[in-house]
């Protein structure tokens, strides 16, 4: 080919391939949509995208010109400056399904990230084996004897970089596993994410399903806890991958004095231990100029999980909820917190865990949910920590959800209490209702009043500062400045 029939090759594929599947993105976008290029546009610092595999098309017979980039997009842009790996399906052909040159696509942009540290970002929608190239000997070749990374690399938390997901349509098969397999997934609410499609399971089972029934919003933020945070437009979601990744940039000179103090921290956090109030304007005042962003908030709410910055880097934040059931934990609480600790173990996060405990959850239904299993894998975890963990109570740390979320025993580098603060099995008014069972009536108010104030007495952070089973009593307005001494020492020397 000579090189003007080749320029001229080059911009009538060019213009194939920007066109894409006219009808289908007409479609697409009467739904309020992006296109995927809309998107990658929208993510990417601009002017940064460099795509790979721009001209690639489908290979089966009859559907070579009508798969333009075989139906995703793939390559390497800029966000806030850092290189990230983008994985973008394209709904609008042939409904974004994966085919022998998708998937090697896919593959090739995991591989380089992978090599590189890139931080993957994958734009979820569509998916599923396509036919014909899944059917027969077709699916030994997508998944046969050579490794498919965009299933087993993507899955392999501890060798593969940060993986980022947003899911932006009705999304199955591997676009849905990726949002299964990131490290933070983030969902817009008419989007949806199972491992079948409903006409699949209509056709298979016979069970007829919405999509958004079968894998919505509803589903995985409050039961699975698959999906981390949901946004109402794609604008939203994807300014919140932009922003999850800004949050996890290198640590840099902090613009937030480090020893600000928090004067007004006293008046947000009732000196009744009963009452309560919400954890997250204690952690807006930790944070630097309040830069955190909490994750799965709708899941095991007794646990708050989060992430932000503190003296100029970033810090995993794991903290009580007293406004879900007074801050007790239940199972889907500590599995959301191992899962977040895993994360922060792998990468390398220091971690602030923040207690205000009334305990754990009990009853019955807690039992049903594997509560002893949840605890019993949350320690697990808990052992293998081995970035700088810092814990602060600050109003109190009741039974053995004190031990399980961070004291010194189990793992924290640093723990500190508010100068109120109390340690014990149980809350006073508790032990003394155990202690007066058998009491008689007529005497056992008063022996409740009494029997309260000498629990309440010892349960006191100081006894425990006396026999140094705690590192630090602080005031509360020492808080911040505090948590990032001790950050600054232990962050420092772990790097």
């Known amino acids: 080919m000579d090189y003007d029939e080749g320029r001229k090759r080059f911009d009538q594929e060019r213009l194939w391939v920007q066109s894409g599947n006219p009808k289908g993105l007409e479609r697409h976008r009467a739904k309020g949509k992006f296109h995927v290029s809309e998107r990658i546009a929208l993510l990417l610092d601009e002017g940064t995208f460099l795509e790979y595999g721009e001209f690639a098309r489908s290979v089966e017979p009859g559907f070579q010109e009508r798969s333009p980039r075989d139906g995703v997009m793939t390559g390497l842009g800029r966000i806030h400056g ?10 609008t ?45 077709g699916f030994a070749r997508l998944n046969g004897l050579h490794t498919v990374k965009t299933l087993s690399w993507l899955a392999n ?80 979601c994807i300014k919140a991958i932009r922003n999850v990744l800004h949050i996890l940039r290198p640590p840099e000179t902090a613009t937030d004095p480090i020893d600000r103090l928090i004067p007004d921290l006293e008046a947000i956090v009732p000196h009744n231990n009963r009452q309560l109030y919400d954890m997250k304007k204690v952690i807006d005042r930790i944070c630097d100029h309040a830069e955190w962003i909490e994750l799965k908030p709708k899941f095991g709410k007794g646990l708050l999980i989060g992430l932000g910055r503190i003296g100029g880097r970033v810090v995993g934040i794991l903290a009580s909820q007293p406004l879900s059931a007074g801050g007790s934990v239940d199972a889907k609480g500590l599995r959301k917190s191992a899962a977040f600790m895993e994360f922060a173990i792998r990468r390398k996060i220091p971690l602030l865990v923040i207690q205000d405990l009334p305990g754990f959850l009990i009853g019955s239904q807690v039992e049903k949910d594997g509560m002893v299993n949840a605890i019993a894998a949350h320690s697990g975890i ?4 081995d970035v700088p963990m810092i814990t602060l109570v600050i109003r109190k740390a009741y039974g053995a959800a004190y031990y399980f979320l961070g004291m010194g025993a189990s793992g924290a580098q ?26 008689d009536p ?18 006191s952070i100081w006894d425990a500062a006396y026999e140094y089973w705690i590192d630090a009593v602080i005031r509360p307005e020492e808080t911040r400045k505090v948590v990032c001494q001790a950050l600054n020492f232990l962050a420092e020397a772990s790097n």
């Open 382 to 385: 808990l052992d293998r920590v």
């Open 82 to 91: 850092r290189t990230v790996a983008v994985i973008g399906d394209d709904i």
């Open 414 to 439: 640093f723990v500190a209490a508010w100068s109120n603060a109390e340690i014990s099995f149980m809350a006073p008014e508790m032990g003394a209702a155990i202690l007066n069972k058998h009491t």
């Open 442 to 459: 007529e005497k056992k108010p008063e022996a409740m009043l009494k029997t309260t104030a000498e629990l309440r007495r010892s349960a």
């Open 157 to 236: 938390r501890d060798r593969r970089p940060l993986f980022l997901c947003g899911v932006f349509g009705y999304t199955y098969g591997d676009p849905a596993f990726r949002a299964g397999m990131a490290d933070i997934t983030l969902m817009v609410e008419d989007s949806a994410v199972a491992v079948s499609s409903p006409p699949l399971l209509k056709a298979a089972i016979s069970e007829e399903i919405t999509d958004l029934d079968l894998g919505g919003p509803r589903l995985h933020e409050t039961l699975t806890g698959t999906v981390d945070l949901v946004y109402r437009s794609e604008e939203e």
């Open 93 to 137: 052909v042939l409904g974004g399904t994966q085919s022998f040159v998708s998937v090697r696509k896919v593959d090739r942009i995991i591989d380089i990230a992978t090599r590189n540290q890139f931080p993957i970002i994958s734009l979820s929608e569509g998916g599923g084996v396509r036919v014909p190239d899944g059917l027969g000997v």
